[in-house]
C-alpha cells in the first residue's frame, strides 16, 4: 500500500504537470549536463520554451565524487519571478527571477551517490 500511495502521487504530479506546461512537447538537456555515464551528472529540463511560464526538470548524481552542482535553466523570461518546487510534494527549495536561474543557476545536493530529484520551475 505505500509504495501504490507513492506511485500514485507521481501520477497524479506528472498529470497536473503535464495540464499546466505540456511538457511531454518540450525536451533539453540541462547546459553543463552530459550523457548519463558513471561518475558524472545528468540532468534534462522540459520546460515550454513557447509560454515559457514554467515546465519540469530533473538532475541525476550517477557516481560523481561532487555531491552538490549548479543547474542552469533556459527559457525563462528574465524579469519574472520564478519558483522551485521538488516533486512531487511540491516544497518550495528556491525562488529567484529567470535571468538569474539562466545566467547565475542554483546550487542543487544530492548526498548519495546514486540519487536524483525531479522539480516543478513556474511564475510565482
Known sequence: PEK???IKSWSVWM???QRKYDYMGYRRD???FGEPREGAWD???RINFQTQK???FGVFRQGALETTRTVFLNDL???KNYIIRLAPNGSIVYKSNGNDLMQKGFTIALHGKY???IYEV???
Open 4 to 6: 501504490r500511495n507513492e
Open 15 to 17: 498529470q497536473e504537470m
Open 30 to 32: 540541462l547546459p553543463g
Open 43 to 45: 540532468g534534462w529540463q
Open 54 to 56: 514554467g515546465g519540469i
Open 77 to 79: 523570461l528574465p524579469d
Open 115 to 117: 540519487d536524483g530529484e
Open 122 to 124: 513556474s511564475i510565482e
